[in-house]
Every structure is written in C-alpha cells, then in structure tokens.
C-alpha cells in the first residue's frame, strides 16, 4: 500500500506539469488503480507504466529524464538516490533519511513535502534551470560500494577498541 500511495503523490503531481510525462518503473498489484487514477485525471497519455525494469536498464532509464521522484515516508539512504544522481539525474525526494546528506548542492536535486503541489513546485524549479549533468554527477563522487566498506570497517574497528578488546567467553 505505501508504494501506491507514493506513486499517486506523483501522478497527482503530474496535474500540475502540463509538460511533462511520467514513467513508472516497476510491477506490482496496485497498477490497475494506478492506471484508473491517470485516466480519471485525464493524463492516461502521459503516464507510461514500464513494468520490470532490469537493473543493468536503469543507468539508461535515469540518464533519460530530467528527474527522479521518490517521495517515501521513510529512507535511509536509498540506493535510487544515489544511481540516479551518479547518472547525471536530479531527485525530488522528501527530507527523510539521508536526503540531506545528498542534497548538499542545489544542482543535486530538491527536497519536496510530499504532497502533489510540493512535488510538482520542485519538479518546476529543476526543469526552470535544468543542471548540468556533470554538476550533478560530482554531488555522488565521493559514494562507492569501496569507500561505504572501508566506512563500515572503520565503524567496528574503532568499536572494537572502545570495547577494550575483549572478547565474550567461549561456549562450553
């Protein structure tokens, strides 16, 4: 239920972008409803459902559209964030989780209440000025899968040493 409530905050977005189209990437029990809202809105013709989207598709999916929308409840720090932006596309994602920690840099994206005007008011601010795709690749240079593992080994080695190196008994 949450993943359709997020994606109707979009297409009710869409409302208020008469020039732009929507894709959604996925599969799921709830695109029959999704597809009723777009049509009962009078933008079946600009909602395009994609159903599942190979992994090793999706830097070609994101370097395509001028934004990422992702408006959860609650992340960490999601990993669509990050690929979209590492492919050159800004995001439109709430202040949840890790977004700060991202959106450091206006070129990078914007953070949106998630509601359809707020989202859409977003959507308009990046398309007014659109960054240029380097600029928003440099906000992720400094995320990797080597550098996030050297983090967490740092994370529990120091914690390791707080403990004073000891080590919980041996099971009989």
């Known amino acids: 239920m949450v ?8 297409i009710e977005a869409l ?11 996925g599969t799921g029990e709830n695109e029959g409803a999704l597809r009723s809202l777009a049509a009962s809105l009078g933008l079946k013709d ?4 994609l159903g599942h989207v190979n992994h090793d598709l999706l830097p070609q999916l994101f370097s395509a559209t001028d934004a990422i929308v992702l408006p959860s ?22 202040d949840v989780g890790g977004a700060r920690e991202l959106l450091t840099n206006p070129a990078a994206g914007r953070l949106a209440a998630r509601e359809p005007g707020a989202i859409a008011a977003a959507i308009k601010e990046i398309l007014a000025k659109p ?4 600029a928003v690749t440099e906000t992720v240079a400094g995320f990797s899968w080597d550098r996030n593992g050297a983090a967490i080994v740092d994370i529990w080695q120091r914690a390791v040493a707080a403990t004073g190196k000891r080590r919980p008994p041996d099971n009989p």
Request: hydrophobic residues 50%.
């Open 3 to 10: 993943r359709l409530w997020l994606r109707l905050l979009v």
């Open 15 to 25: 409302k208020e972008l008469p020039e732009c189209h929507l894709v959604l990437a």
């Open 46 to 49: 600009r909602v395009q459902f």
């Open 73 to 94: 409840e609650s992340e960490g720090l999601a990993n669509v964030w990050v690929e979209a932006l590492a492919c050159g596309t800004p995001i439109v994602v709430p």
């Open 131 to 134: 960054p240029a795709q380097k």
